[in-house]
C-alpha cells in the first residue's frame, strides 16, 4: 500500500530563518508525483509546490523548495526567510502516475508556528 | 472569481438525517474529487470523477453517494447521517493529465459538517 509519512507533528520556526519539514513515502512505482499543500488556520487547502518524480531537479517556487531524494523516497520542504504568514498546517501528498485517478494520498501534517 | 465553491460552508444536523454538500468548479477540469479531513486534520480521498464518470471509489459506506450532473459540479449526498460522519468534507478539481494523473488539484474552502 502506499503510504506517507511526516514524522515531525509539530515544527517552530523563528521569523526570517529557515525550517526544513519531512516527508517519507513509500511506493513501488517508478512513476508519481508528489505535492506540498498548506492548510492554515482558514481552512483553505494550498498548493505550495509540485515536483515529477522523473525530473532530478528539485523544484523551487520563492522561498519554497523541496530535496527531493527518490532512492531514499524522501521529499522535504524547505521554507526559507519564513514569515508570519507561513504558520499552517502543511501536507505531504503523493500520487500515483497513469489512469485519470489523480488519487492524493496525504501524509497526516506538520503544523508549522511562526514566531515573531 | 473562486474557482472551486463548495455549499453550505457550515452544517449542523441530528443524527439520522439525510443531506447534501455542493461543489462547483469554474476552471474548466475534467475531473473532481472528494477528500473527507476528520478530526486529526488526515485528510482521505472518498470519490474521484472524471467527466461525470466515477473512477475512485474508496472505502466509504454506501450512505455516501455522489452526484455529477455535470463536469463542472460534484455533489455529495449523505443519507442517515451518523455521528462519525463529523468532519471537514473538501472538493477538489483538476486537469485530466495527458497521461493520466498527478495534476494539480485545487480545493474548495471545505465544508464543516457536525452531527449532533
Known amino acids: 500500500a502506499q503510504t506517507v509519512t511526516q514524522s515531525q507533528p509539530e515544527m517552530s520556526v523563528q521569523e526570517a530563518e529557515t525550517v526544513t519539514l519531512s516527508c517519507t513515502y513509500d511506493?513501488?512505482?517508478?512513476?508519481?508525483?508528489l505535492f506540498w499543500y498548506k492548510q492554515p488556520p482558514s481552512r483553505q487547502m494550498i498548493l505550495v509546490i509540485r515536483q515529477e518524480a522523473y525530473k532530478q531537479q528539485n523544484a523551487t517556487e520563492n522561498r519554497f523548495s523541496v530535496n527531493f531524494q527518490k532512492a531514499a523516497k524522501s521529499f522535504s520542504l524547505k521554507i526559507s526567510d519564513s514569515q508570519l504568514g507561513d504558520a499552517a498546517m502543511y501536507f505531504c501528498?503523493?500520487?500515483?502516475?497513469?489512469?485519470?485517478?489523480?488519487?492524493?494520498?496525504f501524509g497526516k501534517g506538520t503544523k508549522l508556528s511562526v514566531k515573531p | 472569481d473562486t474557482a472551486v465553491s463548495q455549499t453550505p460552508k457550515y452544517l449542523v444536523t441530528q443524527m439520522g438525517n439525510d443531506k447534501s454538500i455542493k461543489c462547483e468548479q469554474n476552471l474548466g477540469h475534467d475531473t473532481m474529487y472528494w477528500y473527507k479531513q476528520d478530526s486529526k486534520k488526515f485528510l482521505k480521498i472518498m470519490f474521484s470523477?472524471?467527466?461525470?464518470?466515477?473512477?475512485i471509489n474508496e472505502t466509504v459506506p454506501n450512505r455516501f453517494s455522489p452526484k455529477s450532473p455535470d463536469k463542472a459540479h460534484l455533489n455529495l449526498h449523505i443519507n442517515s447521517l451518523e455521528l462519525g460522519d463529523s468532519a471537514v468534507y473538501f472538493c477538489?478539481?483538476?486537469?485530466?493529465?495527458?497521461?493520466?494523473?498527478?495534476?494539480?488539484?485545487?480545493f474548495g474552502p471545505g465544508t464543516r459538517l457536525l452531527v449532533l
Open positions: 511506493t513501488s512505482e517508478s512513476d508519481y508525483y
Open positions: 477538489a478539481s483538476s486537469r485530466r493529465g495527458l497521461a493520466g494523473g498527478g495534476e494539480t488539484q485545487y
Open positions: 470523477y472524471n467527466n461525470k464518470e466515477l473512477i
Open positions: 501528498a503523493h500520487c500515483p502516475y497513469g489512469g485519470s485517478q489523480g488519487n492524493l494520498i
